[in-house]
């Protein structure tokens, strides 16, 4: 009898899962208003698009496309895919650039300021501030990404997907925010990010790329905790769902610096071109996810590979970059996958001006870098590729937001019942838009841009609005119109202000009271590197340090 009432409860939950499936996805208040003038043609293009990829899953075997994702650390707009801007800048990316030409532009792909917000949003659908994840760390944290938020791995997976991750990952120190553990059947990625493998590790100490960790006179140091010790961090590590989880390539005692850094995004490279073999050969459709480091490289040590013109420390590395897609764009060619394949080729943010100009890079066309929530912040080059059915050379000028990539890949593979009804995706479907290399079609005109966890600037069609300290009079505020002032250096307040300024401020206002309803939560909290098999002594050490610090704070 009792097992009868668990199989009712059971057949309960699922229908109730099914209808709750059912449901339209939940979005932020914006998309309604665009909703309620353009539902009619939106369901046209909704067919449109059904019948699209209806036709190419009938000639791909009743699949849906194989989808990579590749995703660039802090590049301004402008630095791939154009060869007269190479030539400017004195760099060559001539296989993005080739890439560029038989796909299409994203020509206003906006991300979020920095890197972790950004990875979050692609893989959550959602912006970061939602689940406290705006902010980008460099050491031992102690919190990342929940285990609730549903990833774009986790909603392909449920589609029928096989999933990979390699490369950076950057969205938390703690076992339940790594990518083995939030929807890939495999992972090799860094805990951390550059500021530990290439800012001050022990070659860039001595290069002084990073000042006050080794240059000092440790008999007046008291606390021996307060500089991090890169080394002891852990620092790559692998496995598969539901598997152990290691440390790779670092020995106890070994110490960090360039050398290990170039071995590391070698391996990297060579891992991709090993997962995307092995799932070409696999019977299931495939998610392979490949987010390098470079060209982010702090060092003049050891360097080697192609030099540029340039000679900054991060364009060179673009060029090496550059030659990496070119042997992974062929290899899909020899593997006979570039047709059913989708990829997308992206920045993750803006240029990381602290390091210019030895950088090789300072904004070019847009206003501020990394971290700023100007244009040049968070607007990036963006490509996408599908052969015949996304056509060659084209290029759409609608807003698109990182997020968007999640619900419109997740439409493409025919995985978007997936997606979860219970909670606020910001994410909307862009395929009509994409697919169909047509502005008119998009299903975004706006967006607000959060500096960690407050909004810096709203977005609206060729305007935005870089956002006062008091906004309760819009008129106060700065107005930008970015097809005439890309460098933000001309507002037309008055001339906008006037009629726009509290159009704008509803629009915060009316984001703000969804919030209400759909609160912010709080990352996921735990201990660090728990769950690794083979924690080196002195990463075992830097923890057990990071957890009196933490402790301090209660006594």
């Known amino acids: 009898m009792r097992q009868v009432v668990y199989l009712s409860a059971s057949l309960c939950i699922a229908a109730q899962m099914v209808t709750a499936q059912d449901a339209p996805i939940v979005h932020d208040a914006e998309f309604y208003i665009l909703q309620a003038q353009h539902a009619e043609k ?60 038989e796909g299409m532009r994203m020509v206003r792909m906006y991300t979020e300021p920095s890197c972790t917000p950004t990875r979050v949003a692609q893989m959550t659908g959602r912006l970061p501030v939602r689940m406290g994840m705006g902010n980008t760390t460099v050491d031992i944290a102690g919190f990342g990404l929940p285990g609730k938020e549903v990833t774009l791995a986790e909603v392909l997976k449920e589609a029928g997907y096989a999933t990979s991750h390699v490369g950076k990952w950057h969205m938390g120190d703690i076992a339940e925010s790594w990518a083995m553990n939030q929807g890939f059947d495999y992972a090799q990625h860094a805990i951390h990010q550059q500021g530990q493998l290439t800012i001050f590790n022990d070659d860039a100490i001595r290069e002084q790329v990073s000042v006050g960790i080794g240059d000092f006179v440790p008999e007046y140091v008291l606390d021996e905790w307060f500089r991090p010790d890169a080394s002891a961090m ?148 963006a490509f996408i590729r599908w052969p015949g059915v996304i056509g060659p050379d084209s290029m759409v000028n609608n807003i698109l937001h990182v997020s968007d990539l999640y619900t419109t890949l997740s439409r493409i593979a025919g995985a978007d019942g997936f997606i979860p009804r219970d909670r606020l995706v910001d994410g909307v479907d862009q395929s009509a838009s994409i697919l169909f290399a047509d502005e008119s079609k998009g299903r975004r005109d706006s967006l607000i841009v959060y500096n960690i966890d407050k909004p810096g600037a709203i977005i609206k069609d060729k305007f935005r609005m870089n956002l006062p300290k008091d906004l309760t009079n819009g008129i106060l505020a700065d107005f930008i119109d970015i097809y005439r002032d890309t460098h933000e250096k001309y507002p037309v307040s008055t001339e906008v202000g006037a009629w726009g300024g509290q159009e704008f401020v509803r629009i915060l206002a009316r984001h703000q009271a969804r919030k209400e309803k759909f609160p912010d939560e709080k990352p996921a909290f735990g201990i660090p590197y728990e769950g690794i098999e083979n924690i080196r002594p002195e990463t075992a050490a830097a923890v057990e340090a990071f957890k009196i610090k933490q402790s301090s704070v209660s006594k």
Not at 63 to 92: C, H, K, Q, T
Not at 260 to 272: R, S
């Open 42 to 101: 939106w369901a046209e293009d909704d067919a449109a698009v059904d019948a699209l990829l209806s036709e190419f899953r009938e000639r791909n075997n009743g699949n849906p496309p194989n989808i990579v994702s590749i995703l660039i650390d802090d590049l301004g707009f402008g630095d791939m895919g154009i060869p007269e801007l190479n030539a400017v800048r004195g760099i060559e990316t001539p296989n993005i650039n080739q890439f560029s030409d």
């Open 234 to 381: 852990m620092t790559v590590i692998e496995g598969e769902a539901g598997g152990p989880i290691r440390e790779i390539r670092m020995q106890p005692g070994e110490r960090w610096g360039a050398l290990k850094y170039d071995e590391m995004n070698q391996a990297y490279q060579d891992k991709t071109i090993e997962e995307l073999r092995r799932l070409a050969t696999g019977e299931q459709p495939f998610f392979l996810q490949y987010w390098p480091m470079i060209p982010l490289h702090n060092t003049r040590t050891g360097r080697t590979g192609p030099e540029s013109p340039n000679g900054g420390l991060y364009a060179d590395k673009l060029q090496l970059l550059d030659e990496y897609l070119g042997e992974i764009f062929a290899e899909m060619e020899n593997l006979d996958v570039a047709n059913n394949t989708v990829v997308v080729v992206m920045g993750d943010n803006g240029h990381f001006t602290k390091y210019s100009p030895q950088s090789g890079f300072t904004p070019m066309i847009y206003k501020g870098g990394k971290g700023d929530t100007t244009e040049g912040g968070v607007r990036v080059d």
